[in-house]
């Protein structure tokens, strides 16, 4: 059964600074890893999507990496801002014979960026 | 270009009735999943609907029960509410069709449902 921690469950930093949230995942069979941001009784928004095959992504001043082996992703801002502040949410899903598949999500970082 | 969208936006029941929530999938996408995220948890998988059929299921009670239609668009059905039932439920959706290689799912907004 595929478990996914996201350490540390909150994080507040100054704004300005850059800072990295952790993701690990218990099995290595995935076919593709999501970061999503989540504000205070909202839905998810997806930032990005790595697949399997990939070792990162990034857009804007977000960039996640990728290590299938050791089941870990990392995601970077960089430049942090007031607005950054949220919960972000790792998710993996893993191959079946169906093609889109459940995703297995972690509990979770909250995010506070402090002016 | 709509993306996912789920109504009610809130919901009130006592323990006991049953549920109904709706949502209509991101144009273009053929399959919706149903999550239930508890206050301070990740998003736990319920279901998910692919040519109107319950295609996988998660370690979820049958008094949770869904639908879709041939418009793509779903429901999600609890009976006998419990207390424990209060969350947030979330609606994605993806697509099979060639071409989509990465099946990145978009979510809705999510429907409140508070149990009294």
């Known amino acids: 059964k595929q478990e996914v921690t996201q350490i540390p469950a909150a994080l507040s930093v100054p704004e300005g600074e850059n800072l990295v949230l952790n993701c690990s995942f218990t099995?290595?069979?995935?076919?593709?890893l999501q970061w999503f941001r989540q504000d205070p009784g909202k839905g998810l928004t997806s930032l990005l999507l790595i697949q399997s095959s990939q070792r990162e992504q990034t857009s804007g001043r977000l960039n996640a990496s990728l290590d299938k082996s050791s089941g870990r992703s990392t995601l970077y801002i960089a430049a942090s801002q007031p607005g950054d502040s949220a919960t972000y949410l790792c998710a993996v899903s893993q191959p079946s014979n169906f093609g889109n598949e459940k995703l297995t999500f972690g509990t979770g970082t909250r995010l506070t960026i402090i002016p | 270009d709509a993306g996912v969208t789920q109504s009610p936006t809130h919901l009130i029941k006592t323990r006991g009735q049953q549920v109904t929530l709706r949502c209509s999938p991101k144009s273009g996408h053929d399959t919706v999943s149903w999550y239930q995220q508890a206050l301070g948890q990740g998003p736990q998988f319920i279901f998910q609907?692919?040519?109107?059929?319950?295609?996988q299921r998660g370690n979820f009670p049958d008094r949770f029960s869904g639908h879709q239609f041939p418009n793509y668009s779903s429901e999600l059905n609890v009976n006998a509410l419990l207390l424990g039932d209060s969350a947030l439920y979330l609606c994605?959706?993806?697509?099979?069709?060639?071409?989509?290689?990465?099946?990145?799912?978009?979510f809705g907004p999510g429907t409140r449902l508070t149990v009294t």
């Open positions: 609907y692919y040519e109107e059929e319950e295609r």
């Open positions: 994605a959706s993806s697509s099979v069709r060639t071409g989509q290689v990465t099946y990145e799912q978009y």
């Open positions: 099995d290595s069979a995935i076919y593709n």
